[in-house]
């Protein structure tokens, strides 16, 4: 069995698989990088073959013994307490994607190194601007409309959170746009929750409003306490150290004037 | 004299003067303004109205607050989850 080796975040992930169609999604999707790490800090193994395609969002989390399940009609993870070695059985390459997401934002949350945000991500001047809120509010508009801008995400933004310093790496996770594939790692300098309006303006969030805006934007599955209580300081941490605002979005790249 | 007391020691973060109460069984979040949280903070142990209105009194010594007032206050953390009767 082949084993290829992508980078997600600062993590190093060893992927086997016998699909080839899994195969050539990992290679188009992520990072790959040659030769073999003797350390991964992920190890999953990928089946084609299970459930049903995508019948909704609801995952259902369960605990046996050692092992923790995550299952979607469209996927299955079979995981450990750490999320160190997983097999992940996928329906189709959504499946696969959507699966990944969940396991690494586990991954992240339960090691204490950041957080996976439902956000889009564009570059600059060298800083990074996240743009989240509800569904249909336009973050992938604002994406698009950041052109020739870089993007670190489109979908879900990978943040690495440490006290008094927030980093955004590029995200295999995407959902139109294509990854460059960039290894940059770039300071975030703004979260934007937008709401869609007539006129462009922007307010500064209270960070207690911030947070509690957050919470329902975070890739996670709540299934203990202890975990949840990780996603609270992280975003505690993320909303004390950068600024959140309270957009109200025209649909047109004139919002950039606000932010920079 | 009823007296109450957090459900549960649930994990509080603290931001510009505001808490937010994460309770860790139901997931649900409950946002406190600087008052609330003073009081939150006293229910680890139990509480009646009367000690609750008069620590409030002492520690913010410009803002009047009423027993009924801090007994709405209790019933909303009652519904909330937080805080149960003390048996």
């Known amino acids: 069995m082949d084993l290829l080796y992508a980078k997600v975040g600062a993590h190093e992930v060893e992927i086997s698989t016998e699909s080839k169609d899994f195969k050539n999604f990992i290679q188009r999707n992520f990072s790959i990088f040659k030769g073999k790490t003797s350390d991964p800090d992920i190890k999953i193994t990928i089946k ?20 923790i399940l995550f299952r979607r009609a469209d996927y299955l993870i079979e995981t450990v307490f750490d999320y160190r070695y997983s097999v992940i059985y996928a329906h189709n390459e959504f499946a696969l994607k959507h699966a990944i997401t969940n396991l690494y934002s586990s991954f992240i949350v339960y090691h204490n190194w950041g957080l996976l945000i439902h956000s889009s991500c564009a570059i600059e001047n060298g800083k990074a601007h996240i743009f989240s809120g509800q ?22 933004t990978i943040l690495m959170i440490d006290d008094g310093k927030v980093t955004v790496f590029d995200s ?15 300071p975030l300098a703004s979260i934007q929750l937008l709401h869609q309006s007539l006129h462009n303006n922007r307010m500064n969030l209270k960070k207690s409003d911030a947070l509690i805006q ?24 993320l909303v004390e150290t950068v600024p959140v605002y309270d957009p109200h979005f025209q649909k047109n790249n004139r919002f950039w004037e606000l932010i920079s | ?40 903070s006293l229910l680890e142990a139990e509480q009646t109205l009367e000690s609750l209105t008069q620590a409030v009194g002492r520690e913010y010594l410009e803002t009047k607050v009423s027993e009924r007032e801090i007994e709405e206050f209790l019933s909303q953390l009652m519904e909330c989850g937080l805080v149960k009767y003390a048996v």
């Open chain 1, 214 to 237: 957050l919470l329902d934007k975070v890739f996670y599955w709540a299934h203990s306490p202890k975990e949840t209580k990780q996603v609270i300081k992280l975003l505690n941490k």
């Open chain 1, 172 to 186: 295999p996770f995407r959902s139109e746009l294509q990854a460059t594939g960039t290894n940059k790692t770039v």
């Open chain 1, 48 to 67: 084609k073959g299970f459930g049903e395609p995508f019948v909704n969002y609801h995952v259902e989390v369960s605990k046996h013994e050692e092992k």
């Open chain 2, 1 to 40: 004299m009823a007296r109450y007391v957090q459900k549960s020691s649930y994990e509080s973060t603290h931001l510009d003067n505001e808490w937010i109460i994460l309770n860790t069984d139901d997931y649900t979040v409950t946002k406190l303004n600087d008052i609330g949280g003073f009081c939150w």
């Open chain 1, 135 to 156: 569904s249909g509010a336009g973050k992938s508009t604002a994406a698009k409309l950041s052109a020739p801008r870089e993007l670190l995400s489109d979908e879900a």
